[in-house]
T-cell receptor
C-alpha cells in the first residue's frame, strides 16, 4: 500500500529553470493538495483539487501551476524558478467527506533554487 | 478566514515528564481540528482529530487533546514523554471549500534524557 508518492525527493534548480514535481496516490482520494513548508512558517497551501479536472488556488499560488487529469495524479509545475521557491513541498490527499477525514502526506520534495 | 496559532516555537522537556503543546484557532463554525507530528525528513502523520462529540480525544502514541470552545483551544497533552517523541508538532483547523486545512507554524519538541 504505497499511499502518497512524491518524486523526486531532492532537486537543485538554477534560476529561471522549470520543473514538475510529481505526486500520485493509490487510495482513490478525490481531494489532493500541494503545500510548501518553510522553517518557522508551517505549511502553506499552494493549490488544491477536489476531483479530476478541477483545481483551485490556495494561499500562495504565484509561480506555480497544477493539473488534475486523473484521480491518482496531481503534478505541480514550477515555471521560471526563483530563489523564493526554495522550500520543501508536500503533496497530500484525503477522502471527500464532510471534512472529518485526515490528510495523508507524501514524504516531500526538497527543492533548492540557486 | 480560518487560522491557527501555536505560541510555542520550541519546547524542551525531560523524558518522563508531562507535556502540553498549545494551539488556538479561529474559525467561524464548528471546526475540524487535527494534530500532526513530523519527524525529520518525513511527511506529517496524524496524531488525533476532533470533529464533534466528546471534547477529550485520544490519539496514537499516548497523546490526547482537549477541545475547549470557550477558549478556542485544542491543546495536545501526554502524561509521560518518551525520547522518541522528539519531533515537530503541527495543529491544524479544517473546513471551507475543498475542506482545506490551515496549519499552525509548529512546535519543535526536544526531549532531554
Amino acid at each position: 500500500n504505497a499511499g502518497v508518492t512524491q518524486t523526486p525527493k531532492f532537486r537543485i534548480l538554477k534560476i529561471g529553470q522549470s520543473m514538475t514535481l510529481q505526486c500520485t496516490q493509490d487510495m482513490n482520494h478525490n481531494y489532493m493538495y500541494w503545500y510548501r513548508q518553510d522553517p518557522g512558517m508551517g505549511l502553506k497551501l499552494i493549490y488544491y483539487s477536489v476531483g479530476a479536472g478541477i483545481t483551485d488556488k490556495g494561499e500562495v499560488p504565484n509561480g506555480y501551476n497544477v493539473s488534475r487529469s486523473t484521480t491518482e495524479d496531481f503534478p505541480l509545475r514550477l515555471e521560471l524558478a526563483a530563489p523564493s521557491q526554495t522550500s520543501v513541498y508536500f503533496c497530500a490527499s484525503r477522502h471527500r467527506d464532510g471534512g472529518n477525514s485526515p490528510l495523508h502526506f507524501g514524504n516531500g520534495t526538497r527543492l533548492t533554487v540557486t | 478566514a480560518q487560522s491557527v496559532t501555536q505560541p510555542d516555537i520550541h519546547i524542551t522537556v525531560s523524558e518522563g515528564a508531562s507535556l502540553e503543546l498549545r494551539c488556538n484557532y479561529s474559525y467561524g463554525a464548528t471546526p475540524y481540528l487535527f494534530w500532526y507530528v513530523q519527524s525529520p525528513g518525513q511527511g506529517l502523520q496524524l496524531l488525533l482529530k476532533y470533529f464533534s462529540g466528546d471534547t477529550l480525544v485520544q490519539g496514537i502514541k499516548g497523546f490526547e487533546a482537549e477541545f475547549k470552545r470557550s477558549q478556542s483551544s485544542f491543546n495536545l497533552r501526554k502524561p509521560s514523554v518518551h525520547w522518541s517523541d522528539a519531533a515537530e508538532y503541527f495543529c491544524a483547523v479544517g473546513g471551507g471549500g475543498g475542506n482545506k486545512l490551515t496549519f499552525g507554524t509548529g512546535t519543535q519538541l526536544k526531549v532531554e534524557l
